[in-house]
């Protein structure tokens, strides 16, 4: 494990065991862009339809919208419950402290934010932060499941409670769904905690590490 996970473990509070090295090199995700032909918009015409959506009620008091960055050939797909002030602001989801603990939990498996895809479950922002509504999620998830079409991911790792009981369709504690691979859509996921939460919470990070590392195998091919 390099200097920079190490140092992550250490803010973490995590005791960085040896039996819990990864070798992580062989993740980055190296597979060139391919044309999609199956007929569904490209990336810039989902863009361009996420940009002006009215599909649901919360294009009304959006700035932005946040669609997704990273990398669309990426083996691991990052996705989470929807933009807060901070992202609908810079139209980026994962920005501000979690998206700081989030870029520094990839860090420690040994991946780049620029390495994974990360997008949310909807691209508009809910005001007050509330949770999604079930229509909204119903209205946005055409656009989350044509992204997945295009990046083909190996895996994805679902962050947090409302991403992972919405994706999954169920109101199972995030507890129980944790480390275990669930099917959305017919790619792999696994769900793991919030870092805002982990942020509140810190004595679940040792948990977060647990779900990351079985992030690693299974993109290893060896869970
Ligand atoms: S949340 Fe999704 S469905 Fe609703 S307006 Fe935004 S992009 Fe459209």
């Known amino acids: 494990m390099d200097r920079r996970a190490l140092d992550y473990l250490h803010a973490m509070g995590i005791q960085p065991w040896a039996e819990r090295r990864v070798a992580v090199e062989v993740l980055t995700p190296l597979v060139p862009e391919e044309p999609i032909t199956d007929g569904g918009p490209g990336w810039e015409e989902l863009e361009a339809q996420v940009r002006v959506c009215t599909r649901c009620d919360l ?8 669609f997704g960055v990273g990398n669309r050939s990426a083996e691991l797909m990052i996705i989470g419950e929807a933009p807060g002030a901070e992202e609908d602001r810079r139209g980026e989801p994962f920005v501000g402290r979690a998206g700081q603990l ?9 991946l780049a934010r620029e390495a994974v895809y990360i997008a949310n479950v909807l691209k508009s922002r809910p005001l007050q932060n509330r949770d999604p509504r079930p229509d909204e999620v119903a209205a946005c998830e055409p656009y989350l499941r044509r992204q997945l079409a295009l990046v083909r991911p190996k ?10 009981q919405n994706l999954l369709k169920t109101d199972t504690r995030i507890g129980t769904l944790r480390g275990r691979v669930h099917d959305y859509a017919g790619t792999p996921l696994v769900v793991t905690y919030h870092p805002a939460y982990l942020l509140r919470t810190p004595l679940d990070k040792r948990k977060a590490w647990d779900d990351l590392r079985l992030v690693v ?3 290893s091919g060896v869970a």
């Open 155 to 164: 895996l994805i790792l679902a962050v947090g409670r409302i991403a992972s």
């Open 102 to 110: 989030l870029n520094e939990m990839l860090v420690a498996i040994g």
């Open 217 to 219: 195998r299974l993109l």
């Open 59 to 66: 294009y009304r008091t959006r700035q932005n919208p946040v």
